[in-house]
Protein backbone atom coordinates (compact mmCIF):
# COMPACT_ATOMS: atom_id res chain seq x y z
CA UNK A 1 0.00 0.00 0.00
CA UNK A 2 1.18 3.48 -0.51
CA UNK A 3 0.14 7.24 -1.36
CA UNK A 4 0.50 10.35 0.91
CA UNK A 5 -2.40 9.12 2.86
CA UNK A 6 -1.12 6.13 3.89
CA UNK A 7 2.09 7.21 4.51
CA UNK A 8 0.29 9.76 7.35
CA UNK A 9 -1.52 6.25 8.88
CA UNK A 10 1.57 4.28 8.25
CA UNK A 11 3.26 6.78 10.93
CA UNK A 12 0.40 6.47 13.44
CA UNK A 13 -1.12 4.04 15.86
CA UNK A 14 -3.08 2.16 13.65
CA UNK A 15 -2.52 -1.46 12.68
CA UNK A 16 -3.73 -3.02 9.72
CA UNK A 17 -4.11 -6.92 9.98
CA UNK A 18 -4.40 -8.84 6.88
CA UNK A 19 -6.62 -11.74 7.15
CA UNK A 20 -7.93 -13.92 5.27
CA UNK A 21 -12.04 -14.75 4.38
CA UNK A 22 -13.30 -16.98 7.13
CA UNK A 23 -15.27 -19.95 5.40
CA UNK A 24 -16.71 -21.92 8.32
CA UNK A 25 -17.94 -21.27 11.89
CA UNK A 26 -18.63 -24.01 14.57
CA UNK A 27 -18.19 -26.25 11.38
CA UNK A 28 -20.51 -24.76 9.56
CA UNK A 29 -19.92 -23.10 5.89
CA UNK A 30 -20.12 -19.41 6.37
CA UNK A 31 -22.33 -19.06 2.81
CA UNK A 32 -23.06 -15.48 3.09
CA UNK A 33 -20.11 -12.74 2.73
CA UNK A 34 -21.68 -9.98 4.65
CA UNK A 35 -21.45 -12.70 7.42
CA UNK A 36 -17.95 -13.77 7.12
CA UNK A 37 -17.01 -10.20 7.37
CA UNK A 38 -18.94 -9.46 10.41
CA UNK A 39 -17.53 -12.99 11.76
CA UNK A 40 -13.87 -12.32 10.42
CA UNK A 41 -13.90 -8.80 12.45
CA UNK A 42 -15.23 -9.73 15.63
CA UNK A 43 -12.51 -12.70 15.14
CA UNK A 44 -9.78 -9.85 14.89
CA UNK A 45 -11.10 -7.25 17.95
CA UNK A 46 -11.15 -10.75 20.28
CA UNK A 47 -7.76 -11.28 19.61
CA UNK A 48 -6.37 -8.00 19.51
CA UNK A 49 -8.96 -5.72 20.74
CA UNK A 50 -9.10 -2.04 19.29
CA UNK A 51 -11.48 -0.16 16.82
CA UNK A 52 -13.57 -1.11 14.15
CA UNK A 53 -15.12 1.26 11.54
CA UNK A 54 -16.40 0.31 8.40
CA UNK A 55 -15.27 2.31 5.42
CA UNK A 56 -18.55 4.64 5.04
CA UNK A 57 -18.22 5.34 8.67
CA UNK A 58 -16.67 9.47 9.47
CA UNK A 59 -15.69 9.88 12.91
CA UNK A 60 -15.91 13.61 13.79
CA UNK A 61 -15.48 13.32 17.89
CA UNK A 62 -12.99 11.56 19.77
CA UNK A 63 -13.58 7.82 20.68
CA UNK A 64 -12.05 8.25 23.94
CA UNK A 65 -14.76 7.82 26.32
CA UNK A 66 -15.53 4.96 25.02
CA UNK A 67 -12.40 2.94 25.61
CA UNK A 68 -13.23 2.79 29.17
CA UNK A 69 -15.70 0.05 28.12
CA UNK A 70 -15.07 -3.43 27.94
CA UNK A 71 -16.95 -3.16 24.65
CA UNK A 72 -19.03 -0.53 22.55
CA UNK A 73 -20.90 -0.64 19.27
CA UNK A 74 -22.88 2.15 17.42
CA UNK A 75 -26.72 0.61 17.28
CA UNK A 76 -28.73 3.13 16.20
CA UNK A 77 -32.48 3.29 17.59
CA UNK A 78 -35.25 1.04 15.46
CA UNK A 79 -32.22 -1.11 13.63
CA UNK A 80 -30.39 -4.20 14.33
CA UNK A 81 -26.97 -4.98 16.08
CA UNK A 82 -24.56 -4.10 13.24
CA UNK A 83 -20.95 -4.43 13.12
CA UNK A 84 -20.41 -0.64 11.55
CA UNK A 85 -18.42 0.54 14.56
CA UNK A 86 -16.90 -1.96 17.25
CA UNK A 87 -14.32 -0.53 20.42
CA UNK A 88 -13.71 -3.39 22.51
CA UNK A 89 -10.77 -4.74 24.54
CA UNK A 90 -9.11 -7.91 23.49
CA UNK A 91 -11.61 -11.11 24.78
CA UNK A 92 -14.58 -8.81 25.43
CA UNK A 93 -17.60 -11.35 27.15
CA UNK A 94 -20.02 -9.39 24.44
CA UNK A 95 -18.08 -10.16 21.01
CA UNK A 96 -17.57 -13.84 22.37
CA UNK A 97 -21.32 -14.51 23.20
CA UNK A 98 -22.02 -12.34 19.78
CA UNK A 99 -19.37 -15.11 17.85
CA UNK A 100 -21.39 -17.93 19.62
CA UNK A 101 -24.68 -16.73 18.44
CA UNK A 102 -23.34 -18.14 15.07
CA UNK A 103 -23.79 -21.45 16.37
CA UNK A 104 -27.64 -20.99 15.90
CA UNK A 105 -27.65 -18.36 13.03
CA UNK A 106 -25.79 -19.81 10.58
Do not use: C
Not at 49 to 57: K, M, P, S
Not at 64 to 77: A, R, T
Request: charged letters at 25%.
Amino acid sequence: MGGEYWNRLDKSKISVIKTSEPKVIFGNPIGNIFHASDIGRMRILMKYGGIYLDADVFVVNPLNEFLKYEMSIGWPEGEYIGTQVIVANKNARFLKLWIESYKHYI
